[in-house]
């Protein structure tokens, strides 16, 4: 079980910090995610980290502004946002997979088998 927290309402140029836990069972993610979805609009990759070694992968649209990291002792994944734009208003997903795939692949959402409730961030003035 995922459980995302930390979205909220914030202003443009405002910062929010999203967590996500993995609990109630035995699991070691290879990769972790956070995926967006706006209103009519397909969910898009946000940013990903590889468990082991820390690589991290972001969408251009988040590049220099956006900074995901973990605490693989609490099995925990943070989204750092800064310099907030309308336009990051969404439904934030942390997502997760144990299975072994190469780098190209962390931006699928198909890779990802487990995913969390999702939390709301609106970016408005």
């Known amino acids: 079980q995922l459980q995302a927290s930390g979205g909220g309402l914030v202003q443009p140029g405002g910062s929010l910090r999203l967590s996500c836990v993995v609990s109630g069972r035995t699991f070691s993610p290879y990769w972790m995610a956070w995926f967006r979805q706006a209103p009519g609009k397909e969910r898009e990759f946000v940013s990903a980290?590889?468990?082991?070694?820390?690589?991290?992968y972001y969408g251009d649209s988040v590049k220099g502004r956006f900074t995901i990291s973990r605490d693989n002792a609490k099995n925990m994944v943070y989204l750092h946002m800064n310099s907030l734009k309308v336009e990051d208003t969404a439904v934030y997903y942390c997502?997760?997979?144990?299975?072994?795939?190469?780098?190209?692949?962390?931006?699928?959402?198909?890779?990802?088998?487990?995913w969390g409730q999702g939390t709301q961030v609106t970016v408005s003035s």
């Open positions: 980290i590889k468990w082991s070694g820390g690589s991290t």
């Open positions: 997502a997760a997979t144990d299975r072994d795939a190469l780098d190209f692949a962390a931006s699928m959402r198909t890779l990802y088998d487990f």
